[in-house]
Every structure is written in structure tokens, then in C-alpha cells.
């Protein structure tokens, strides 16, 4: 089954059981405090999402994979050259993973290919395939199956590759031995926490959504809160920093397909170029991206708030007539975030 996953374009599968009992008091409580901010799907489904045989009735294992997500351009150093670009104020920075194509289709395509490839073996079974779709503990599996530990900032980290991947899971109504587990190796690193601009990972293996720039550019809908937007610098659609800060990701692997090669205009773009796009040049550009699941309207207040930053630091005045150029935007959210970042340098 590996061989058949690396020609999909997979790194490495596993397998895990379906008790993740253990887990339930955790997500329970990570829920009760309100860290999941808005993202009230998270709590709509109970805990089928730590129980895969009431999401999935007849699930006895469960098949994890994980797709290496690099461009294939990228080289040694790839962190520096990423920390670089917050240090170019009117840079507008696009988390790695959304540079290319929609990470949800390329890997649903990919698992329901190997799901085939397994059903020409052994006939047909019962499955469905999941890529952060649907209430799954995503890493919880992960990390069961052997494809890492969980960091101190949540997200599965591998010897071999880091972080830098995603994750894929095909459920399925009949028995698979187990694959091993890993043990941690973050020991008393703390760097991913230092890292993080705004505080949200409060305690080590903790995210507080409400505080995380991926939360606030992406699920957030309203107005950002004030006293974040500072810290959001230039980062316009999610949030690297605790992964570029990790020394683990020294081992991050290119990704094989060009899928997640970076799209021409998405990775060193000037911020008044992004806030001058009308929504049909949005649409057009992020078609097949997952930057287009936001839409134009969030889209331009994220890219309002770095405009802002950037106003403030440089007090460049072709930035302060890019945002008079949104300023009676009929959006009353994108209105009041340009509105902010006018008012950041008298």
C-alpha cells in the first residue's frame, strides 16, 4: 500500500484504530474554554469527531496519509528566504500552503485513487475519504498511525519532514493492523511559542484560535480585533511563523507534484497591487486556490490591516492613496479596517 501511495504522490501512510476515547476530555475542554473561536463547526457535531465509527458507521480503521507540501523549487534555507519576507513591509505574505492549488482537492482526488487501487486487490469495502472536510481529529490520527507527534503548537511533526504536509484519511469498514506510533522529540524547544506574533499558543500543545493569524485572515468574519492588527505585520492569508520557527523543519520535504508550486502573483506581490484587485480579478485569480473560500470582501480588509502596518513603518504615500482608493468601500467591515489603517500615521 505504500508503494501505491508514493505514486499517488503520498510520503507515507498509516493506519489507526477508531477509540480515540482518550482523546475526548481534551477536545471537550479545548471547546468549553471557547478557544475554537467562531469556528462553530467544530462543536455543531458533538464528538463524532473523536468517535469515526458514528461519523462513518461501519469505520473499524482508519488509513492516514500525508502529503509533503514545499514547492518543488524549494531549497536549503527555504525558512530564511520566508522570514525575509516579513522583513518587506508592503510584501504581502500568503501562508506557503495557499500558494497553489486548493490542498482539499488535490488529496480527496489522491485518496480516492488509492481507495480504488485498494478495492482492485482485495474487491470492494466500504470508505470514504477526508481531507480537513468534515469533523475528523485530523492530527489525533496522525499521530496515533506513526506519521508524527503532536508539536507543542498542535500541528504533527515528522523527524523526516517536519510540518510542512498535509493530512488525508480514508476510513474504512474493515480491520487493518495498526501502524506504530512515534515519540515526541520537542523536548524542552519552546520555539514555535516564542515565535507566534500574537500569544496564541498559550500553553504548549494549546492554541487559542481567537489570538492565531490564520484564524483571525481565514475563519474570522468580522472586524479584527484592534489590538491584533499590529501584530498581523504583513501577513495577509494565514500564518507560517511557528513552523518556520521550528528546527524541524530543517528536514521539510518538496512536495512531487506541481500542484503546490506557487502561482505567478501569490508570493512576493506588493500589498497595493492585492488591495487593488476588483472581485472579478479576485475570482479569476484564486480560482482552484483555497485563498477563494474567503472571499474578496475579507480579502481586501486582511490585505487593509497589512496596508495599514506597512503605512505606519514606512509612511510611503502611495500607500496612504491606495487605502483613500478603498476608503467609501460599500463593505462596512473593509470600510472600517481601511479606515484603521489610514489613521496609523498622522
Known amino acids: 500500500m505504500q508503494a501505491w501511495a508514493r505514486e499517488l504522490g503520498f510520503s507515507q501512510i498509516g493506519v489507526a484504530g477508531v477509540d480515540l476515547s482518550s482523546a475526548e476530555p481534551g477536545l471537550l475542554q479545548w471547546l468549553a474554554q471557547g478557544l475554537h473561536g467562531e469556528m462553530h463547526y467544530m462543536q455543531a457535531h458533538g464528538l463524532k469527531r473523536a468517535r469515526p ?10 488509513i492516514t496519509a500525508r502529503m509533503d507540501y514545499l514547492p518543488r523549487t524549494a ?48 474487491g470492494p469495502f466500504g470508505h470514504r475519504a477526508f481531507t480537513d472536510s468534515a469533523p475528523v481529529l485530523e492530527a489525533e490520527l ?13 500541528l504533527v511533526l515528522s523527524r523526516e519532514a517536519g510540518s510542512m504536509f498535509f ?19 520537542c523536548g524542552s524547544c519552546s520555539s514555535c511559542i516564542d515565535a507566534c506574533p500574537t500569544g496564541a499558543i498559550i500553553a504548549p500543545h494549546k492554541v487559542d484560535a481567537r489570538r492565531c493569524i490564520s484564524y483571525l485572515t481565514i475563519e474570522h468574519a468580522g472586524s479584527i480585533p484592534e489590538e491584533l492588527r499590529p501584530l498581523m505585520a504583513n501577513r495577509i492569508y494565514g500564518c507560517d511563523d511557528c513552523q518556520l520557527a521550528c528546527p524541524w523543519n530543517k528536514f521539510a520535504q518538496p512536495s512531487v507534484l506541481p500542484d503546490f508550486d506557487a502561482r505567478a502573483g501569490l508570493a512576493g506581490t506588493q500589498l497595493v497591487h492585492f488591495l487593488a484587485w476588483d472581485e472579478a480579478t479576485f475570482l479569476r485569480v484564486t480560482e482552484g486556490s483555497p485563498i477563494r473560500r474567503i472571499g474578496h470582501a475579507r ?48
Not at 142 to 154: F, I, V
Open 75 to 122: 531549497e536549503d534555507g527555504w525558512q530564511a528566504v520566508e522570514w525575509d519576507r516579513l522583513k518587506r513591509p508592503e510584501e504581502g505574505i500568503v501562508s506557503i500552503y495557499a500558494r497553489g492549488r486548493d490542498y482539499h482537492k488535490v488529496l480527496r482526488n489522491r485518496l480516492q485513487k488509492l481507495a480504488e487501487r485498494i478495492a482492485q486487490e482485495i
Open 167 to 185: 493530512l488525508g484519511e480514508i476510513y474504512v469498514d474493515f480491520a487493518l493492523e495498526p501502524t506504530a506510533a512515534v515519540t515526541a522529540h
Open 299 to 346: 480579502w481586501l480588509r486582511n490585505v487593509a490591516v497589512a496596508l495599514g502596518n506597512a503605512w505606519r513603518e514606512t509612511g510611503r504615500p502611495e500607500l496612504r492613496a491606495a487605502l483613500q482608493s478603498r476608503a467609501d468601500h460599500p463593505d462596512p467591515v473593509v470600510a472600517e479596517h481601511v479606515a484603521w489603517a489610514l489613521a496609523q500615521r498622522a
Open 53 to 62: 465509527a458514528e461519523l462513518v458507521p461501519g469505520t473499524v480503521s482508519v
Open 142 to 154: 496522525a499521530s496515533r498511525s506513526g506519521q508524527g507527534w503532536r508539536g507543542k503548537h498542535t
